[in-house]
């Protein structure tokens, strides 16, 4: 016979307000079964704890249920006054009387009604509870960074100074990311590159960080403490140990005619390229799309100079193996291109440019050495105008959020276009100008204030050539919506930030939620912002959502403590909520049988097959095993078994259906 | 079937295999399963447009199975519904050889079962245009029409599982309806308890059945259950793409594939 006490908690008012606390204990208190009921200001108090712990002690009981909030946040805390009493803590329930009675109703005798039904099904299902033992898991104390821009070096470097090991792998041939492309950084003007490239080369010198560039992440398997992750080293087609970075074969390779990725498509670089000459590691590699020698299978000019015959040619992708415990995502973002938009010439006007283009040409070690020239004909542009919000908080266009760096950029754009082009014009139609941050709002005056920049309030819907000009068509709406018309020699767009093409083929490959653009999901958009849905892997920078470098840096630090906390412990403890399969005495074995639809079903590759043999060693039968340092206790294979043979523990079909009954019948 | 009852005896004769599942001449002008284990019962085979039974029904039971290694005369429906079981391990190379008779009525011998996949993916799994014609008058039912539809033609049923002993799917050790710890699904036979069986077997053959009606016609008060099934196959051809038993194992419905369109959840 079950002894079970419940205990109901006022939560200060914010359950007794609504529910009639006293009534649901004693109401409670009458169900067969239960042993003592009582009701509390604080349950989760020390002398509400000791309430349990005593009750506990003194009347033997052999389960519990705490009726108070939502089990996210105090279910630990009363699992452990329970395991201090003695009982097994997986014998306590919580009934959520707060977010799921008296906070979404009114007070009235129904509420309390439905707190009395929300205590008798966690009476009822804790009946069929069983003592279940925590899962201890082994931690590997290595960490796979995905993506060298700025958040994935500041993770990395945070992590390896720990004393930990981490393998950093980027998609591109070079570290640097983004933010090596820009020119100056707001609210500051230093020089982008100056303050990144010595933290490139500290990745790149530090004996706690493997560095893979020009790899992707093939496929992921494990969990936290134990991922088995198979990364894709593209080839480079050269030995990387024997190339010495000496340059000739970039020098001397005749295809030079191809829009750099890291320019923008606004410089030309060669087949065999070093994406920028701070590159790290670097070290060319071929670009076998646009590669002479592939395309018509002669050429090897690169290979004829080399001084140290380091051109591989016949070099294979290779797949590595590695073994990690955790993973920090830092894969970053792109920008939407003109020709998202028709308004603005669907990007045919070679003078229409992105905010990244114009870093490009702001650059001093960018196509124009740092000197503003227009795309189409290298002159300096008389007028200016920057468009904020191109795509951006825009539902029509699909992208209801702001982007939320380009305000300030563009603040940076024209005072950058009014210190190098002296008697210039710019202007920047904007919706609102968002400048929170330190410094920013004093940045953005001063590009108002001091550099003279004309700031239109008011949106931009269309710009056409005309004699060699843009001109832009726009609205004034600070003076009742005067139409105002701007003949513009070049136009920038800051266009929407959105996620990395292939964002959600990384997101399934890691088994990691996504939001509606794409931008991968924090756990908890307050108290949980570099975390992920799934243990062990966080977040770092604009893969999450847009992020100025500041946020990035200071999310990849947040992450890399998270990880550097996981990796000081030996082994993780684990919820015994697991999936396990039936076992049954001979000749059946188990009801399962074998058909393994739950092993294709299963997210996180959890599901073995079992071998049962008879003493000869013969196969009797082949049946499905869950391996509990997998499974996460999602319950899609219990959904998928048509045999019910796998129930998951604690929630297990038997409790399900007496919860279900106990709702449905009368008392 | 001269080239059936033939190769038969031959496979018989030579132990290839032990027993050999084909159709035979039943009571009042019906078939019925006929196993050969030894080669003069191999004249007693026939094969007409009576045979419509699913055969591959049996080639899970324990039964047969124990003689040792199985060959069975499989039509389409026959060989799609060995291939799912293929895929879902309950039979192999090892344990089944096929004897394909075409829709032309040839017989084909296939040397293992990628071959029968091979052949079995020339046909797509279409639903013939009398009863999708009744689809599309179950669709356009308001709710309260469809509701009392299928009452009205489940409440006869007084689940003799029939049309789950025809079924080649349903070869699970236990059935849902029979786990009773607890009992989800209702034994006794009330509407209710009807619906609820019905609807849970459709759900199970969702993405599995190959739509060969051997429920219905097994179903000896001819209750239109394959409705309930044919329904599931369009809906899931609907959302996640056409569908073709296949050895790979990408199953339908427990398989994740990027292009799967998941509208029903936007």
């Given amino acids: 016979m079950s002894k079970i006490g419940v205990f109901v908690c006022h939560c200060g008012e914010n359950i007794s307000a609504t529910v009639d606390c006293a009534k649901v204990a004693e109401t409670a208190g009458n169900y067969d079964g239960v042993a003592f009921s009582v ?6 108090s020390d002398p509400g704890q000791n309430l349990i712990k005593s009750a506990i002690k003194e009347k033997g009981l052999t389960g519990v249920v705490v009726a108070s909030c939502s089990p996210r946040m105090h279910e630990p805390t009363f699992r452990k006054a329970c395991a201090e009493a003695g009982l097994n803590p997986f014998m306590c329930e919580m009934a959520n009387l707060r977010e799921h009675c008296s906070w979404v109703h009114e007070k009235g005798e129904a509420t309390t009604e439905k707190a009395i039904d929300l205590v008798r099904i966690l009476v009822e299902k804790v009946k069929y509870n069983h003592s279940l033992n925590e899962i201890k898991v082994p931690v590997t104390k290595t960490a796979l960074v995905i993506g060298g821009g700025i958040a994935g070096i500041q993770a990395s470097l945070d992590i390896a100074n720990t004393g930990h090991k981490v393998i950093l792998i980027e998609k591109d041939p070079s570290i640097g990311g983004h933010m090596s492309q820009l020119s ?35 496929s992921l398997e494990g969990f936290i403490g134990n991922f088995k992750a198979k990364i894709r080293r593209k080839s480079k087609s050269i030995d990387e140990k024997l190339c010495t970075g000496c340059g000739q074969c970039t020098t001397k390779c005749p295809v030079k005619k191809i829009p750099s990725e890291f320019n923008e498509g606004l410089g030309k670089r060669t087949a065999i390229y070093v994406p920028f000459p701070q590159a790290v590691p670097n070290k060319p590699v071929i670009d076998r799309i646009n590669c002479t020698y592939y395309i018509k299978g002669k050429c090897k000019v690169c290979e004829i100079v080399c001084p140290t015959k380091a051109i591989r040619f016949d070099q294979e992708d290779q797949i590595m193996e590695v073994e990690v415990g955790a993973i920090v995502i830092a894969t970053g973002f792109t920008v939407k291109q003109p020709d998202f938009f028709p308004e603005y010439g669907y990007g045919k006007y070679p003078d229409v440019i992105t905010g990244l283009q114009f870093e490009r040409l702001a650059s001093a070690s960018g196509p124009t050495l740092g000197e503003i020239r227009r795309p189409s004909d290298d002159k300096v542009p008389e007028k200016i ?4 919000c191109a795509g951006s908080r825009d539902p029509a266009k699909g992208i209801p959020y702001c982007s939320k760096i380009c305000c300030m950029y563009i603040a940076k754009h024209a005072m950058l276009y009014q210190h190098k082009v002296h008697g210039g014009k710019s202007y920047v139609f904007y919706m609102d100008i968002r400048a929170g941050g330190k410094q920013y709002e004093e940045f953005v005056r001063r590009a108002i204030e001091d550099d003279g920049v004309n700031y239109v309030r008011g949106r931009v819907s269309r710009i056409y050539e005309k004699n060699g000009k843009l001109i832009v068509n726009g609205v004034d709406t600070l003076l009742n919506a005067m139409p105002v018309e701007i003949e513009a020699d070049m136009v920038v767009l800051a266009t929407a930030g959105i996620a990395n093409e292939g964002a959600e083929e990384l997101a399934q ?40 470098i500041p946020e990035s840096v200071a999310m990849a630090s947040g992450a890399a403590v998270k990880v550097a906390g996981l990796f000081s412990q030996d082994e993780l403890t684990r919820e015994p909520i697991i999936a396990v399969v039936n076992r049954q005495a001979p000749p059946v074995y188990s009801s399962c049988v074998g058909c393994f639809l739950c092993v294709s079903a299963c997210p996180y590759q959890a599901i073995e097959k079992e071998e049962i043999k008879n003493r000869n060693g013969e196969l009797i039968k082949l049946i499905a095993k869950v391996n509990p340092g997998l499974c996460q206790g999602c319950g899609t294979c219990v959904a998928f078994c048509r045999t019910k043979s796998i129930d998951i523990q604690g929630y297990t079909h038997e409790q399900m259906y007496t919860e279900v009954m106990a709702l449905l019948n009368e008392y | 079937m001269v080239d059936l009852i033939k190769r038969a005896k031959e496979l018989i004769e030579t132990s290839v295999v032990k027993v050999l599942i084909g159709y035979e001449q039943g009571t009042a002008n019906k078939t019925r399963a006929l196993f050969v284990e030894k080669a003069d019962d191999a004249d007693r085979l026939i094969f007409d447009s009576r045979c419509v039974q699913n055969l591959a029904a049996y080639v899970t039971k324990k039964e047969v199975k124990e003689k040792g290694k199985m060959a069975i005369a499989a039509t389409l429906p026959v060989m799609r519904s060995i291939i799912q079981l293929a895929s879902e391990f309950q039979v192999n190379d090892n344990n089944l050889l096929v004897l394909g008779i075409t829709p032309e009525s040839k017989l084909i011998e296939f040397a293992n079962l990628v071959e029968v996949e091979t052949f079995v993916h020339k046909y797509e799994i279409e639903i013939d245009a009398r009863n999708k014609e009744m689809l599309d008058k179950l669709e356009k039912m308001t709710q309260a029409e469809r509701w009392k539809f299928w009452m009205d033609e489940l409440s006869p049923c007084f689940k003799c599982y029939a049309c789950r002993a025809a079924c080649p799917m349903c070869y699970c050790s236990r059935c849902t309806v029979d786990f009773n710890q607890p009992q989800w699904i209702p ?3 009330h509407e209710l308890g009807n619906l609820e069986w019905h609807i849970m077997r459709a759900i199970h053959l969702t993405g599995r059945c190959i739509d060969c009606d051997a429920c219905y016609n097994a179903c000896p008060l001819s209750i239109p259950i394959n409705l309930l099934t044919k329904k599931m196959l369009a809906d899931a051809k609907e959302h996640f793409g056409a569908y073709q038993p296949s050895l790979k194992g990408d199953h339908l419905m427990s398989t994740y594939k990027p292009d799967d369109k998941e509208n029903f959840i936007q």
Avoid at chain 1, 39 to 44: A, F, I
Avoid at chain 1, 194 to 217: D, F, G, S
Avoid at chain 1, 385 to 388: E, G, K, M, R
């Fill in chain 1, 39 to 44: 009701d509390y200001k604080y349950m989760c």
């Fill in chain 1, 184 to 218: 100056e950084t707001f609210p500051t003007l230093d020089c982008s590159q100056c303050i990144l490239t010595p933290r490139m080369v500290e990745v790149a010198q530090h004996p706690n960080i493997t560095l893979y560039t020009y790899a992707e992440l093939e």
């Fill in chain 1, 385 to 388: 105008v920057f468009l904020a």
């Fill in chain 1, 509 to 548: 490959k890691l088994h990691i939620s996504y939001d509606p653009y794409k931008f991968f999901a924090e756990a908890h958009p307050k108290l949980k912002p570099v975390e992920t849905n799934t243990a062990g892997i966080f977040l770092a920078g604009a893969c999450q959502a847009p992020r100025d």
């Fill in chain 2, 187 to 189: 034994v006794p036979s």
